[in-house]
């Protein structure tokens, strides 16, 4: 039956658990969390996609019921905690989707096996690295948190979401809030510290030999979705732009459900 194949699964990485969700069968698509979320995020989505594929969720370093590795984890670190649950289960080839930091965490796992990857998504994501005003939008979240975590967590998850979204899906931010709320202090930390030190992919994105799209949010908050789609009119990289905030899964998810499953089925058709 359908249902055995969603049991959830933990592993022993580097002395501590890292948590994963494997369902469905057939060619692989790897679905990669953001920044405060965790394999919940992608409960509508994996239930689309492995009705015809099998799919790999893995909760990241410090999120979800993943522990923490210490006090930052880079995006290269997050992207080996991926691969060893991908070693662990025999899976040589896939379809990278990652949301947000998700998506640099994808942009690192292909750095190390560029061969594997069939097609890259990155979801209200970037190539880009931060700009020293992001850092320092990080550097004071960090301080912040410490004095307030809840407040913190609850006001950056809403502002996410486009203003017009915000009454129109009160539930669904409630479930993100409290999902957030599962990280930890130090997973919040060590996430920040590891987006701030990563490097700028593009020239990496731009020579990547497999299928390469951009879900771009007309209303993100946090991706400057207008200079992406600036940089990409001459390369391979995809494009394709959604009407409101940073979180298309939720906010357009039937647009942002079709355009993944069109990019999955135009790469294993």
Request: glycine fraction near 6%.
């Amino acid at each position: 039956m359908h249902s055995l194949s969603l049991l959830p699964m933990q592993l022993n990485y580097k002395n501590i658990d890292v948590y994963y969700e494997d369902h469905g069968q057939g060619d692989v698509v790897v679905l990669i969390h953001g920044f405060l979320e965790n394999t919940s995020m992608w409960n509508h989505l994996a239930s689309q996609v492995s009705s015809s594929y099998r799919v790999v969720s893995i909760d990241l370093l410090g999120h979800g019921k993943t522990g923490n590795l210490g006090y930052i984890h880079t995006m290269q670190e997050m992207a080996e905690s991926v691969l060893y649950i991908l070693e662990h289960l025999q899976i040589k080839s896939y379809i990278l989707i990652g949301h947000s930091m998700g998506g640099y965490v994808a942009l690192a796992l292909a750095k190390i096996n560029p061969k594997a990857v069939h097609g890259l998504c990155l979801m209200n994501s970037t190539y880009h690295s931060d700009d020293s005003e992001r850092k320092a939008l990080r550097e004071k979240a960090i301080e912040a948190v410490r004095k307030n975590y809840d407040l913190v967590v609850k006001t950056s998850v809403t502002n996410l979401f486009a203003p017009e979204s915000k009454d129109l899906y009160s539930d669904d931010i409630a479930f993100v809030i409290n999902e957030a709320l599962k990280t930890s202090v130090q997973g919040y930390v060590a996430a920040q510290r590891g987006m701030i030190n990563r490097e700028n992919q593009f020239e990496f994105l731009k020579d990547l030999k497999s299928e390469k799209l951009i879900i771009i949010g007309s209303k993100d908050p946090v991706v400057d979705g207008e200079r992406i789609i600036l940089e990409t009119v001459e390369t391979s990289i995809n494009c394709k732009t959604l009407p409101l905030g940073h979180m298309s899964h939720i906010e357009n998810k039937s647009e942002n459900t079709y355009i993944i499953l069109q990019f999955i089925e135009n790469i294993y058709s």
